[in-house]
C-alpha cells in the first residue's frame, strides 16, 4: 500500500456502531498514515437495537488490543452460540443454527450419513456438533481459564449497541481519532465530483482526502450527494418494520440463554435476546401481511407481563442495498450502504468486511488507482449483499407452514431468486458441497445452508455415503462424547460473565 508522505485526511459522518467501529480499526490499522475525523451529531439518534454479531467479530476485537472482558463489561455483553429457530418449519418445532462447524467438515462430511438415518435421526445441528446441548443447557463457550477471544466453542456476543459504540469511541479517540459533535449543513464538492468538505453550522469545514458514510438510514453522502442507486429486495425479503422494546429480568440472576431466540409469528418473527442485565425482545414483520396494531398484539402475547408499561420503538425501514458503495473519494459503510432485517446478524458482518477491504485499498491518492479499488470493491460488496439475500430467504422459501398469507407468500417462486432457486433445485438431489458457492462473496459458509435446509426439514435425495459405515458410527459416538465432556466441563453462562465481569473491574 503506498500514502503520500502527509497523513490521508480521513472523515467519517456518523458515530455509532458503523461509525465508530470504522474509526477504531482505521485508526488501529493505518496509524500514522492517516488523520482520523469523525462527526457526529447529538440531535441524530443511533437505531441502537442491533444486539447480535456473527463470530468474525472476534478477530476485529482483537486486531483493536483490547480485552475481552472490559469490552462485555463495557458493552453489557454475552456469549452468543448460535440462533434457536422456534415455528419456522411447521410452527411446533424447533432447531438450532450453531456457530461451530459439523464435525469431519461440511463437504460433505457426515450428511449423507445422517440422511440415511431416516426419521429417527437426533437434529442435524446436535448430531454433527457439540454446541447445540451447550446452548440448550445455558452453558458458556469457553472457560474461565481460555485465552482472549476463543474457546472450546465458536461464538459471537449479544450486546447493548449504544453502549459498544461507546466503547469504541474510547478505543478509537484513545488512539487520536478526533470528534467533533455537530450537525453537517450541507457538503461542498469539487468540480471532478469529489467530496472536498463538509460543511457546519457556523462557517465551519471539515476538509478530507477520503470520507466514509456512516450516516444511517439517510445515506447522507452516497445516497444524496453521490447519486447511489437504492436497489431494493422487498420482493423477496418482506419485512419491512419492526417494534423494539427492552425489558428486566424478573430476577437479577436468571439463566442468560448463550443464542438468539427467534420464533415465528404469523406475519413475521420476534428475537429475543438476553444481555446480563436486561433482554432485548422485538417483533420484525411485513406491513403488507399485517397492520401495526395486530404487530401490537403479537408482541404484547409474546411478552406477557413483562412489558406492562413499556412502549415499543417502531422501525420502518426499507431492505436492499446501494448499488455502488464506494463512488469517488466516499465510501458506505453500515445502514448507509444497505439494510436488512436482523435475522441472522448480518449487518455488523457487513461494517466489518468493507472495512478490511477498505484498509488496503483506501491508501492511493491516484485517481486512476483508486477508481479501480472502488469498482472492486462495489463489486464485491454488492455480490456480498446479493448472497445473503439469498441466505435469509432460505429461511423462508422451504418453510412448511401454510397458516397465514404471510408464510404462503414466502413459498411463491416468484419470490425466490434464480440464484437460490437455481441451488435448491440441485440440493434435491444432492447435497449441497464447497462448489455450490465462491467464498470471497458468501458470509455464510456451506455448513451454514446445511443447518438451515435440513433443519427445516428440506429432503435431499443423498447419493451415497462419503464415508465407511463404521467410520461414520465412530465419528456420531466422538460427537457425542464431546458434548457429554462439555456439559461437565463448561461452566454456567451468567456465572461466567460474573467471573469476567468482576477481572474486569478489578483491573480498572
Given at each position: 500500500m503506498t500514502f503520500a508522505t502527509s497523513p490521508q485526511r480521513i472523515v467519517i459522518l456518523g458515530g455509532g456502531t458503523a461509525g465508530w467501529l470504522s474509526a477504531a480499526l482505521l485508526s488501529r490499522k493505518l496509524g500514522a498514515r492517516a488523520a482520523i475525523t469523525l462527526v457526529e451529531s447529538a440531535d441524530i439518534g443511533t437505531i441502537g437495537v442491533g444486539e447480535g454479531t456473527f463470530p468474525t467479530i472476534r478477530t476485529t476485537l482483537a486486531s483493536l488490543g483490547v480485552k475481552e472482558a472490559d469490552f462485555l463489561r463495557a458493552s453489557d455483553a454475552t456469549f452468543k452460540q448460535g440462533v434457536m429457530f422456534d415455528g419456522w418449519?411447521?410452527?411446533?418445532?424447533?432447531?438450532?443454527?450453531?456457530?461451530?462447524?459439523?464435525?469431519?467438515?461440511?463437504?460433505?462430511?457426515?450428511?449423507?450419513?445422517?440422511?440415511?438415518?431416516?426419521?429417527?435421526?437426533?437434529?442435524?445441528?446436535?448430531?454433527?456438533?457439540?454446541?447445540e446441548r451447550v446452548a440448550r443447557a445455558n452453558l458458556a463457550p469457553k472457560r474461565q481459564e481460555d485465552a482472549d477471544f476463543g474457546g472450546p466453542m465458536n461464538y459471537a456476543y449479544h450486546f447493548d449497541a449504544v453502549r459498544f459504540a461507546g466503547f469504541l469511541r474510547a478505543v478509537?479517540?484513545?488512539?487520536?481519532?478526533?470528534?467533533?459533535?455537530?450537525?453537517?449543513?450541507?457538503?461542498?464538492?469539487?468540480?471532478?465530483?469529489?467530496?472536498?468538505?463538509?460543511?457546519?453550522?457556523?462557517?465551519?469545514?471539515?476538509?478530507?482526502?477520503?470520507?466514509?458514510?456512516?450516516?444511517?438510514?439517510?445515506?447522507?453522502?452516497?445516497?444524496?450527494?453521490?447519486?447511489?442507486?437504492?436497489?431494493g429486495v422487498?420482493?423477496?425479503?418482506?419485512?419491512?418494520?419492526?417494534?423494539?422494546?427492552?425489558?428486566?429480568?424478573?430476577?437479577?440472576?436468571?439463566?442468560?440463554?448463550?443464542y438468539t431466540l427467534a420464533t415465528a409469528q404469523p406475519s413475521g418473527?420476534?428475537?429475543?435476546?438476553?444481555?446480563?442485565?436486561?433482554?432485548?425482545?422485538?417483533?420484525?414483520y411485513s406491513s403488507r401481511h399485517s397492520s401495526d396494531d395486530e404487530a401490537s398484539e403479537v408482541l404484547r402475547r409474546y411478552l406477557g407481563t413483562f412489558g406492562n408499561g413499556i412502549v415499543p420503538r417502531q422501525l420502518r425501514f426499507e431492505t436492499g442495498y446501494r448499488e455502488r458503495q464506494w463512488i469517488g473519494n466516499c465510501a458506505a459503510v453500515g445502514l448507509s450502504a444497505g439494510?436488512?432485517?436482523?435475522?441472522?446478524?448480518?449487518?455488523?458482518?457487513?461494517?466489518?468486511?468493507?472495512?478490511?477491504?477498505?484498509v488496503e485499498m483506501i491508501g492511493t491518492r491516484d485517481r486512476g488507482a483508486r477508481e479501480g479499488a472502488a469498482r472492486r470493491f462495489n463489486t464485491l460488496m454488492r455480490e456480498r449483499f446479493e448472497r445473503i439475500v439469498d441466505f435469509l430467504k432460505l429461511h423462508y422459501c422451504i418453510t412448511q407452514r401454510t397458516d397465514t398469507a404471510y408464510w404462503r407468500d414466502n413459498t411463491d417462486p416468484a419470490s425466490i431468486p434464480d440464484?437460490?432457486?437455481?441451488?435448491?433445485?440441485?440440493?434435491?438431489?444432492?447435497?449441497?458441497?464447497?462448489?455450490?458457492?465462491?467464498?470471497?462473496?458468501?458470509?455464510?459458509?456451506?455448513?451454514?445452508?446445511?443447518?438451515?435446509?435440513?433443519g427445516m426439514g428440506f429432503a435431499t435425495t443423498a447419493d451415497g455415503?462419503?464415508?465407511?459405515?463404521?467410520?461414520?458410527?465412530?465419528?456420531?459416538?466422538?460427537?457425542?462424547?464431546?458434548?457429554?465432556?462439555?456439559?461437565?466441563?463448561?461452566?454456567d453462562h451468567r456465572t461466567l460473565l460474573n467471573h469476567l465481569a468482576r477481572k474486569s473491574a478489578a483491573a480498572s
Open positions: 418449519k411447521s410452527g411446533a418445532d424447533s432447531y438450532f443454527h450453531p456457530f461451530n462447524l459439523p464435525y469431519g467438515g461440511s463437504d460433505p462430511g457426515l450428511l449423507p450419513h445422517w440422511l440415511a438415518q431416516g426419521s429417527n435421526r437426533s437434529s442435524y445441528a446436535d448430531a454433527v456438533t457439540a454446541q478509537a479517540t484513545a488512539s487520536g481519532v478526533e470528534r467533533v459533535e455537530a450537525t453537517i449543513s450541507d457538503v461542498d464538492l469539487h468540480e471532478d465530483g469529489d467530496i472536498a468538505a463538509l460543511k457546519l453550522p457556523g462557517d465551519r469545514r471539515i476538509e478530507g482526502d477520503f470520507f466514509l458514510d456512516c450516516s444511517g438510514f439517510s445515506s447522507r453522502l452516497i445516497g444524496r450527494e453521490m447519486g447511489a442507486r437504492f436497489i422487498g420482493n423477496v425479503l418482506f419485512n419491512d418494520r419492526a417494534l423494539a422494546i427492552q425489558v428486566p429480568y424478573d430476577d437479577p440472576q436468571a439463566p442468560i440463554r448463550p418473527w420476534t428475537w429475543d435476546i438476553g444481555l446480563n442485565a436486561r433482554r432485548g425482545i422485538g417483533y420484525v439494510f436488512f432485517e436482523p435475522l441472522e446478524s448480518t449487518g455488523i458482518s457487513l461494517i466489518e468486511y468493507a472495512l478490511l477491504m477498505l440464484t437460490l432457486r437455481d441451488r435448491l433445485a440441485q440440493w434435491r438431489e444432492r447435497v449441497p458441497v464447497r462448489f455450490d458457492f465462491d467464498l470471497d462473496r458468501e458470509t455464510f459458509l456451506p455448513a451454514s445452508y446445511q443447518y438451515i435446509l435440513y455415503p462419503a464415508l465407511a459405515p463404521e467410520a461414520a458410527g465412530a465419528a456420531f459416538a466422538k460427537v457425542r462424547e464431546a458434548a457429554s465432556g462439555a456439559l461437565r466441563h463448561l461452566p
